[in-house]
């Protein structure tokens, strides 16, 4: 009896895996553009990349989650680079080149959309529709107390077959957290500040950092969601 159960449990294992394996490649594909954020007033000096920081971010918690199949950034970077895309185009993408990228990725649907609020609100700068702050500084300059973080994002799904809007969600974050100061004001890289990642436990240890990751989950919550209006075949 003892062989047979193994025979048995062996059998009902491999059964399992190759459900969870069905499953794990029926999962829609999706792609993650960088997010326009020039709508942002941008009160921090350099030219740091937010829009390619929180697609990052995005991508990072969509993949942890596993609802959706992300294709890997270096391979959308070369889709983009071979259609001769620009900036424009990547923030609010036609229904042309949402088409190409489908076809040249299999991707079913492409996440796209943009940072509405990125910076502080205190007494010195205050807040309005359009951003952040007036002046002009690093920021590892940052460190008044008392500020708190706000960051606001729109993300939008679109099928790369028809054009239609899947899903439209928004996501928003706060932080009041001390100790906003983020080391270096100088630097570069894509998506960092000062030479720090925004992906890194530096960026979220800040209010800014925390209030980021905030409104990413959000983001990320919404379109889980809607994962079932993607359509795997």
Excluded at 107 to 119: E, M, P, Q
Excluded at 202 to 219: D, I, P, S, Y
Aim: neutral net charge.
């Amino acid at each position: 009896m003892r062989p047979f159960k193994v025979v048995l449990s062996l059998a009902m294992a491999m059964a399992l895996i190759g459900v969870a394996s069905e499953a794990y490649a029926q999962r829609p594909k999706v792609a993650v553009m960088d997010f326009e954020f020039g709508a942002v007033h941008q009160w921090w000096s350099g030219e740091w990349d937010v829009g390619k920081g929180v697609s990052d971010l995005i991508v990072d918690e969509l993949v942890n989650d596993g609802t959706y199949g992300v294709i890997e950034r270096k391979q959308l970077d070369t889709i983009l680079a071979e259609q001769e895309f620009s900036h424009s185009d990547r923030a609010d993408p036609s229904a042309a080149h949402l088409s190409k990228i489908g076809k040249v990725s299999g991707v079913k649907a492409v996440i796209t959309g943009s940072i509405t609020k990125f910076g502080f609100d205190d007494k010195k700068t205050g807040v309005n529709a359009g951003g952040f702050g007036g002046g002009k500084f690093g920021l590892g300059n940052v460190g008044v107390k008392n500020q708190k973080a706000i960051v606001a994002v729109t993300a939008r799904m679109v099928d790369t077959t028809t054009g239609e809007i899947l899903a439209s969600v928004k996501g928003t974050g706060e932080s009041s957290r001390k100790g906003l100061d983020v080391s270096g004001g100088g630097g570069g890289g894509a998506g960092g500040f000062g030479g720090i990642s925004m992906g890194s436990e530096n960026f979220r240890e800040t209010g800014l950092g925390e209030a980021t990751e905030q409104a990413v989950k959000m983001v990320v919550e919404g379109l889980v969601a809607k994962a079932s209006r993607v359509t795997v075949k």
